[in-house]
């Protein structure tokens, strides 16, 4: 009876110790059942041991319904979220479309049109030829503003809408959660592979609860690019580390996975192209060290550069694409390693081959940015980040903590789940010993590429997360996979350099089933996940979340402003009455064009101190009826101290200073009177919004 019960209370051990054996089938020897690099520490085996089974399709079978379970429970977890949050049920239509903020609005604006145009034929000319979004240019919306979700979704809901929520954000909100996840699913199933074991994923995807603000953004910001995107990156990242594998061959099969996942990730976020190059870089830096071939280098190369220009023709000819950093890695990627394939055989010829990347992409970026500067914002925020540079758009992205470094006290909270200590562990081991393995040349192919690989991804990942707080949902979850790697056959060899130079057998194996179990429960235990999760559970909406002014701005816009009038004013605003009233405006925050920043820089002068007669001239010039003040970024104050009229009074791009005065108030300051204004007449005042039209 004693043995019964212990072998009973054993029982999660004893499944865990025989993930491998029982789900990734039988090995190709006999007695390698476990891939090392430092021999096998379960068996006998010698140290060239090839790798294990084939997953099964018990451990696929495993892995859908344990991962179906996460995105379903992630489904209605985060959704929960949002509701007590924002009290978003007890909304009204209008009011839910109040909570979108800025770019939010913005994009989802086009979403709208698609719906309500007379026919799909309309629906799709207006998009082409837009006139509402930057007034008075005529723009390709599918080619700026990567709104692909949107047209799709659109015109899905026009050919479902009698059986579809009456609505359409409801419908939008509903794809989204769903895609949040789907991400869960993929995340679990992605972990579980790399480990094979899908109790891996169990530990990554409790993880993912204790974190989920760090994991996703659709709780407090539901239509940004990042949540349609991300969902599939992961997918994209599993993938990828298939192909560097030891043993998986390129294929075509595999090379359409990696184009699709890719493609999916792509199409909707304007700055995924930047995530991807670090994963060019991640792959390169794992060729250098001798981890990955130069034969599967070049066919990720050529599967990016095909996906690519899938993305660009779809979106029908995006510049920033096109002259984007991640397309010119790729080329030099591919004339670095097909002009001298001999280096290749060599640590010093590979690292040659990096170097002449870097010339490569550095000699092509510095060409194209004569011609095309679609992307030039982001690298002078990186220049700001590393040296002392600013003008006006580093100062408005910089201006708050979005675009900032992550804070010391985000960085702290984290400890609270136990992610730092449990990723800091791992990390240590495994750089320990692929660092042992290059330094006595045991570093090859055959010896974990993918695992190589995800560390330095993951590495990457979590500095640019650390530099820039908005990505965050991409670093915190390549931190949370190298955190669930303790049951990988690649730790356990790791770990056995712990106790002697060769493995010590079932001791390693028991002290990391040990170990997982007990990570598993603390995690579960943790202040982080009781709070993320179980607290949630009980909790009832209490009041929503109602943006009064907003609304009773909008109401008087749609009474008051005639139909084909146009609105100048603080984009953010703006994007809000372009999707409520569907009145022209003439900038929006999507500011991945040179032309829309210097033309934010203009029209920032309403913050700067400038006399009324050039505010007058500056919007007239854009046929501009009305506009809409706001008190927010008047009485505004940089983390740095200072005022939205020292930003507005920087450099633009081309150099061009603002014309500020120092004997002269601000003009958002000035408007506020009536007295003081001959050029406009305030025909609305509801603090903190004001409508002067323009005499």
């Known amino acids: 009876l004693d043995r019964w019960v212990a072998g009973l209370l054993l029982l999660p051990a004893k499944l865990l110790s025989s993930s491998h054996s029982r789900l990734m089938g039988k090995p190709e020897k006999q007695k390698a059942k476990v891939r090392t690099e430092l021999g096998d520490p379960f068996t006998d085996a010698p140290e060239d041991a090839p790798l294990s089974g084939k997953p099964t399709r018990l451990f696929w079978l495993s892995c859908a319904l344990l991962g179906s379970l996460s995105g379903v429970f992630a489904f209605f977890v985060l959704r929960r979220f949002r509701d007590l949050d924002t009290g978003y049920p007890m909304l009204t239509p209008f009011e839910k479309r109040l909570g979108l903020y800025s770019e939010q609005s913005f994009y989802y604006s086009f979403y709208e049109e698609v719906i309500h145009a007379p026919s799909v034929g309309t629906a799709l000319h207006n998009l082409l030829h837009d006139d509402r979004s930057q007034y008075p240019e005529v723009l390709n919306a599918i080619e700026r503003f990567n709104i692909y979700p949107e047209v799709v979704s659109g015109l899905f809901y026009r050919v479902f809408q009698a059986v579809l929520p009456a609505d359409p954000l409801d419908f ?5 959660f769903l895609a949040a996840g789907f991400q869960y699913l993929s995340y679990f199933t992605v972990v579980s592979y790399i480990t094979q074991s899908p109790f891996s994923g169990i530990v990554a995807v409790m993880f993912c609860f204790a974190y989920p603000n760090m994991v996703t953004r659709i709780n407090t910001s539901l239509t940004l690019r990042e949540n349609y995107s991300v969902p599939f990156l992961w997918t994209q990242i599993g993938v990828v580390g298939h192909l560097f594998r030891a043993g998986t061959s390129p294929s075509r099969a595999l090379g359409l996975a990696v184009c699709g996942a890719t493609y999916m990730f792509m199409v909707s976020w304007q700055f995924s192209q930047f995530i991807l190059l670090l994963q060019a870089v991640a792959a390169t830096g794992a060729y250098v060290l001798n981890y990955v071939t130069r034969e599967k280098l070049l066919f990720l190369a050529t599967c990016h550069i095909a996906t690519v220009a899938a993305v660009v023709a779809t979106t029908l000819g995006n510049t920033m694409l096109l002259s984007g950093l991640f397309l010119v890695s790729l080329l030099g990627i591919q004339v670095a390693l097909r002009t001298v394939p001999g280096w290749a055989a060599s640590f010093w010829g590979r690292l040659g081959h990096g170097v002449l990347v870097l010339a490569f992409v550095g000699a092509v970026k510095v060409a194209l940015s004569h011609v095309v500067e679609d992307d030039g914002h982001v690298f002078k925020i990186l220049r700001a980040k590393l040296f002392n540079f600013e003008d006006f ?244 104050r940089c983390i740095e101290g200072q005022g939205m009229d020292y930003v ?9 200073m603002g014309n500020g005065r120092p004997e002269l108030e601000p003009f958002c300051h000035v408007c506020r009177h009536q007295e003081n204004l001959r050029l406009f007449e305030i025909i609305y005042h509801e603090p903190p919004f004001q409508v002067l039209k323009l005499l």
């Open 648 to 656: 507005a009074n920087s450099a633009d791009a081309d150099g061009k």
């Open 393 to 636: 758009m580093v100062q408005l992205y910089l201006c708050g903590p979005t675009y900032r470094g992550m804070n010391m006290g985000v960085l702290y909270s984290m400890f609270d789940g136990y992610l730092p200590q449990v990723a800091g562990a791992v990390t240590l081991l495994l750089a320990a010993k692929i660092l042992k393995e290059v330094a006595t040349g045991q570093n090859s192919p055959q010896r974990s590429p993918d695992i190589v690989f995800h560390l330095i991804q993951a590495f990457l990942f979590m500095g640019l997360a650390a530099s820039i707080q908005r990505l965050s949902l991409v670093g915190i979850p390549c931190v949370i996979l190298i955190a669930s790697l303790p049951l990988s056959a690649e730790f356990i060899g790791a770990a056995s350099l712990l106790f002697r130079p060769r493995p010590v057998g079932r001791k390693v194996r028991w002290a990391l089933l040990l170990v997982t179990l007990s990570l598993i429960a603390v995690v579960a235990n943790s202040e982080r996940f009781q709070g993320g999760i179980l607290d949630y559970r009980y909790a009832k909406i209490t009041s929503p979340q109602r943006e009064v002014e907003t609304g009773n701005l909008m109401k008087f816009i749609n009474r008051t402003v005639p139909m084909d009038a146009v609105v100048s004013g603080d984009p953010v605003i703006l994007s809000m009455v372009k999707l409520t009233t569907g009145r022209k405006i003439t900038v929006h925050p999507h500011v991945e064009n040179k032309r829309i920043r210097q033309k934010q820089h203009e029209l920032f002068q309403l913050y700067n101190r400038v006399p009324e007669k050039e505010i007058y001239d500056m919007l007239k010039q854009w046929d501009t009826a009305y506009l809409v003040m706001s008190y927010g970024p008047c009485d505004v």
């Open 172 to 176: 939008m909100a509903l794809l989204l």
